[in-house]
C-alpha cells in the first residue's frame, strides 16, 4: 500500500473542481494523455473514464470506475489496466484551515498487479504520487489563482474612483 499526502493551497472546493473535471483528469494524472467520459456522469458511483496512457512510443487504452463519491471528503477509484489487472485508488480530501489536504491511498486489488505487489512497485508508485500530487496541486492553484484574479479584476473595475466621486484619482 502506498500513501502520500499534498497540502494544495486552495480550498477543498477548488480540489473537488478540478477531480469532478472528466476534462481535467490528463491534467493531474501521470502518464494519461487525454480522457473521455465512459458510461454515466463522471464522478457518480459506477461512472468510468476512458484515457489513453503513453509508454514511450507505445499507447495504451485505461479505465477508470468511481466505486465512492462522497464529497466533500471521499473519492475512490478503480482503474483498470488491462492485463497488469486493477488498483484501487482513494482520495482523502481534507480542509486544512484555508488550504486542502489531499491524501492518496493506492493498492494493487487484481490480476497481475495483486499477485507480484510488494516494497519495490509501493516504492514506484511513491515516486508516481509524488508527480500526480504535484500535477493536481499545480492545477488547482493555479486555476483559484486565475479566478481570484478574475474577481479582483472584477472588484477592481467596478470600485475604481472616479472624479465625480471626490477621490483623486491622479497615479
Not at 494544495?8 to 472546493?13: G, L, N, T, Y
Not at 476534462?23 to 473521455?36: E, N
Not at 471528503?73 to 489531499?102: K, N
Not at 491524501?103 to 499477485?115: C, K, Q, T, Y
Request: with cysteine; hydrophobic share 40%; glycine share 8%.
Amino acid at each position: 500500500m502506498a500513501v502520500r499526502h499534498q497540502l494544495i493551497r486552495s480550498e477543498p472546493s477548488a480540489v473537488w473542481a478540478v477531480l469532478e473535471d472528466p476534462s481535467r483528469y490528463a491534467d493531474w494524472v501521470v502518464g494519461a494523455d487525454c480522457s473521455v467520459p465512459g458510461e454515466g456522469p463522471w464522478p457518480e458511483v459506477g461512472s468510468s473514464l476512458v484515457y489513453t496512457v503513453r509508454v514511450g512510443p507505445k499507447a495504451f487504452r485505461s479505465r477508470t470506475v468511481v466505486r465512492r463519491y462522497e464529497p466533500p471528503r471521499w473519492l475512490e477509484l478503480e482503474v483498470h489496466s488491462g492485463p497488469f489487472g486493477t488498483v484501487r485508488i482513494a482520495f482523502d480530501i481534507r480542509s486544512w484551515g484555508d488550504e486542502t489536504l489531499v491524501i492518496v491511498d493506492e493498492h494493487p486489488l487484481r490480476g497481475f498487479a495483486g499477485v507480484v505487489h510488494n516494497l519495490v512497485i509501493d516504492a514506484l508508485l511513491q515516486v508516481r504520487h509524488r508527480g500526480m500530487l504535484a500535477r493536481l496541486a499545480d492545477v488547482v492553484e493555479r486555476e483559484s489563482a486565475r479566478s481570484a484574479g478574475r474577481s479582483t479584476a472584477a472588484w477592481s473595475t467596478r470600485h475604481r474612483p472616479s472624479a465625480s466621486d471626490g477621490r483623486d484619482t491622479s497615479p
